[in-house]
């Protein structure tokens, strides 16, 4: 299970694979006596490595000075993407030496409620030009040519996100994370130590003010540098597969 669902109709001693502790959490209060192990999410770091082609910020017509605020994800609310681009708003206000790349696809043939929020990004977007750059949706591949631009990695998730896989990706890239404290992120992500946590309640000021105060730590790259060892220790995919094997080979022994 990689989402927190509730489980109706299953056994209530059902065996279960999950990512983290907060999924697990979550389950075992629907289904006390199931059988929930931890395997978390793998990255292929060495496939990174060598398949990489990293982009360069002049790629994108940003000059090497200016710090680059990154998100990489779906363009949809539970994301938070217009929080962030309103708190790049606030940003802008105060210096002119930030940009902002926003990777994921804002133009989808969805209907409804999905597609007025890509609206609303598009205009927020707009507004914020030429200082704000819409990759729009990229390859699981080729998302990692990007990470090379970004010297913050901003995930503002609205939602108790399970595990998200742009935070290892981005920390296993060596680049710093600010992230949400709603969910599974902050069990790898600690504060001041392998990244930077949001403040609650979220709003364009905090995170305005959580990138400000991420940007100007004079342990940006040690943090940065923590982040990457924390990946690069826990969740390659060897490991996470030994993992997998020694849950599956205790259950069916």
Not at 53 to 64: A, E, F, M, R, W
Not at 98 to 105: F, H, S
Not at 192 to 202: A, I, S, V, Y
Request: hydrophobic share 40%; charged share 25%.
């Amino acid at each position: 299970m990689h989402n927190a669902f509730e489980p109706d109709g299953l056994d209530q001693n059902v065996k279960m694979i999950v990512p983290s502790l907060f999924l697990k959490k979550h389950y075992q209060a629907y289904l006390p006596d199931a059988d929930i192990a931890i395997v978390p999410n793998g990255i292929d770091l060495e496939a990174y490595q060598k398949n990489a082609v990293p982009l360069q910020k002049s790629d994108l017509g940003i000059t090497p000075e200016k710090k680059t605020i990154f998100f990489a994800g779906r363009i949809s609310p539970d994301k938070g993407v217009t929080l962030l681009l309103q708190a790049f708003e606030q940003l802008l206000k105060e210096r002119n030496d930030i940009e902002l790349v926003v990777v994921g696809d804002y133009m989808s043939k969805s209907k409804g409620e999905k597609a007025a929020y890509q609206r609303e990004v598009r205009e927020l977007a707009e507004r914020l030009k030429p200082h704000c750059h819409m990759v729009g949706g990229v390859t699981p591949e080729e998302i990692y040519n990007y990470y090379s631009l970004a010297d913050l990695v901003v995930i503002p998730s609205q939602f108790q996100e399970p595990f998200c896989m742009v935070a290892i990706e981005a920390m296993g890239a060596g680049k710093p994370v600010l992230v949400s404290t709603r969910g599974g992120m902050t069990e790898f992500v600690k504060e001041g130590d392998t990244g930077f946590h949001l403040q609650e309640p979220m709003t364009p000021e905090t995170i305005a003010s959580d990138i400000n105060k991420a940007l100007a730590s004079p342990d940006l790259n040690d943090i940065a540098l923590r982040g990457q060892r924390c990946v690069e220790e826990k969740f390659p995919w060897e490991k996470v597969t030994q993992r997998f094997e020694e849950v599956v080979n205790n259950w069916f022994k």
